[in-house]
């Protein structure tokens, strides 16, 4: 299995700044990519930011380009994203995102999904 564990989570005022970090474990044999999706009350969930492992390729929804920053740490499987002049409208659940390759129950998965169990954000205006 894989697990994927997030933190850094919160309630912060607009214009303020968080750091969300995911860490991967688990029967890891490669991680393709990992990134950060958010749902809103009454919304689809939708991409916020990705990045690869291998180059380090990154990708960003509009709406985040320049306020928030993902970077990642392969030795320890873990990825983060920083968050700055957060805005009331980041107001969401961030779920953490892996695709990643694993061999568990005698299954090798590759590039298989993997999510996290989310962290609530709360931007106050």
């Known amino acids: 299995q894989v697990q994927l564990v997030e933190s850094g989570g919160g309630l912060v005022q607009a214009g303020g700044s968080l750091r969300l970090s995911c860490a991967a474990s688990?029967?890891?044999?490669?991680?393709?990519?990992m990134g950060w999706y958010r749902q809103a009350p009454g919304n689809e969930r939708e991409l916020v930011a990705t990045?690869?492992?291998?180059?380090?390729?990154?990708n960003y929804a509009p709406s985040v380009e320049g306020r928030f920053t993902i970077s990642r740490d392969n030795a320890k499987n873990t990825a983060f994203l920083q968050m700055n002049s957060l805005k009331p409208e980041d107001t969401a659940v961030y779920y953490c995102?892996?695709?990643?390759?694993?061999?568990?129950?005698?299954?090798?998965?590759?590039?298989?999904?993997?999510w996290g169990q989310g962290t609530q954000v709360t931007v106050s205006s």
């Open positions: 990045i690869t492992f291998g180059g380090g390729t990154t």
């Open positions: 995102n892996a695709v990643a390759s694993a061999y568990y129950s005698g299954t090798y998965y590759s590039d298989y999904d993997y």
């Open positions: 688990g029967s890891i044999s490669s991680i393709n990519a």
